[in-house]
């Protein structure tokens, strides 16, 4: 595992050292749950997962997995999987789904572009991308993950009427966000009212990036597209 991929959405995928516990965690129960894109995708694709599962979620960079975690709880009959390239944030999701026994989360530990590229057309039900990096200096901007080519990807493996979930407390990505989306043929966007934008979803855990936003008085906006 290198530390940094060249043109990846990402910088550094390593921080503090893990714990002896987490480092056996990560060597014994990693391998259960990550998905091989080394192996064409399952047909159907739901036979990733232990149990029957009646939809398939995705989120992009889950971080600390408040959100991956507390929703494949409260929906054990819906499958995940969470990508995240940052091994402390991996190695945290690791462990709590080893000590739930959590069966419906799979975990990609790389880029979701290759993953994107890896699963079978029209075969996700959502996909979520809260709080990413904003690469707020403009010579970065190309580094958001939020661009054309990949809400291509995203139009290719999302079912008709499927939902993407989008979650930032910067202005500028926001309306970055609005823009892609708008200028892109596959969706539209839901918000009827302007509280559809600026109240988070039913069920809503929060997580820890949007805790420092409203620690720093920063303002989360909500953003809910429809695969057309």
């Known amino acids: 595992m290198t530390d940094r991929y060249e043109g990846a959405f ?21 391998p259960r749950l990550a998905v091989d894109l080394s192996r064409p995708a399952p047909d159907p694709l739901s036979d990733l997962f232990d ?24 929906t054990p009959d819906v ?13 945290k999701a690791v462990s709590e789904i080893a000590d739930t026994g959590l069966s419906n989360v799979r975990l990609h530990d790389d880029d979701a572009t290759g993953l994107l590229d890896w699963l079978p057309e029209a075969s ?4 979520f991308q809260l709080y990413p990096d904003p690469w707020p ?7 958001r993950f939020i661009n054309a080519a990949n809400l291509d990807r995203f139009a ?16 500028t990505y926001v309306d970055w ?6 200028d892109h043929p596959g969706f539209e966007w839901t918000a009827e009212r302007a509280d559809d934008w600026r109240l988070p979803w039913v069920s809503w855990p929060g997580t820890r990036y949007e805790a420092k936003a ?11 597209f429809r695969r057309l």
């Open 137 to 143: 200096k403009k010579r970065h901007w190309k580094r």
């Open 177 to 182: 966000t609005l823009r892609h989306f708008r």
């Open 79 to 91: 499958g995940f999987i969470g990508c995240e390239p940052f091994v402390g944030s991996l190695a």
């Open 214 to 224: 409203l620690r720093e008085g920063r303002v989360p906006r909500y953003l809910t």
């Open 10 to 30: 990402f910088g550094r995928r390593k921080g503090k050292p893990l714990s002896p516990r987490q480092v056996q965690r990560m060597e014994t129960v990693l």
């Open 124 to 127: 996700l039900d959502r996909i």
């Open 51 to 74: 149990g029957d599962v009646r939809a398939i979620w995705l989120e992009i960079g889950f971080g600390g997995g408040e959100h991956l975690l507390q929703r494949a709880r409260e």
């Open 156 to 171: 290719r493996v999302l079912k008709p009427g499927a939902e993407v979930r989008f979650a930032s407390d910067i202005d």
